[in-house]
């Protein structure tokens, strides 16, 4: 229901815009999020984009380099990341969800619609 795509290779200070385009229906209606997963670790909370206002919420790691957005019309979600570090190597997800407490916002179990993730590698 979730197609996420604009990973790929990238020097450190380099940017990458990631999309996740969706097939449920009324999407503006959803909450959206970015999580990642680096590897052998457990995945992490990114980015978020509330449905109603677009208020914004970022982790500390990625403040200021990081832009989510969205596009109802086109039922997409954009992740924009510049300034780009080795550290931010991981498998990138999209979520959605309709029903996001928003104290609930930054957490994996807050969302019930996944993307399959697509790989960013940034090289030093």
């Known amino acids: 229901q979730l197609q996420a795509s604009g990973g790929g290779l990238v020097q450190a200070g380099g940017t990458l815009k990631l999309s996740c385009v969706a097939s449920?229906?009324?999407?503006?209606?959803?909450?959206k999020a970015w999580f990642r997963q680096a590897q052998g670790k457990e995945r992490e909370f990114v980015a978020t984009i509330r449905r109603y206002g677009g208020s914004t919420d970022y982790a500390d790691s990625v403040k200021g380099r990081f832009t989510i957005s969205r596009d109802n019309a086109k039922n997409t979600a954009y992740l924009q990341m510049n300034s780009l570090k080795p550290e931010d190597t991981a498998v990138y997800y999209c979520?959605?969800?309709?029903?996001?407490?928003?104290?609930?916002?930054?957490?994996?179990?807050?969302?019930?619609?996944w993307g399959q993730g697509t790989q960013v590698t940034v090289s030093s």
């Open positions: 979520a959605a969800s309709r029903s996001v407490i928003l104290s609930q916002s930054t957490y994996q179990r807050a969302y019930n619609v």
């Open positions: 449920v229906p009324s999407f503006n209606a959803y909450t």
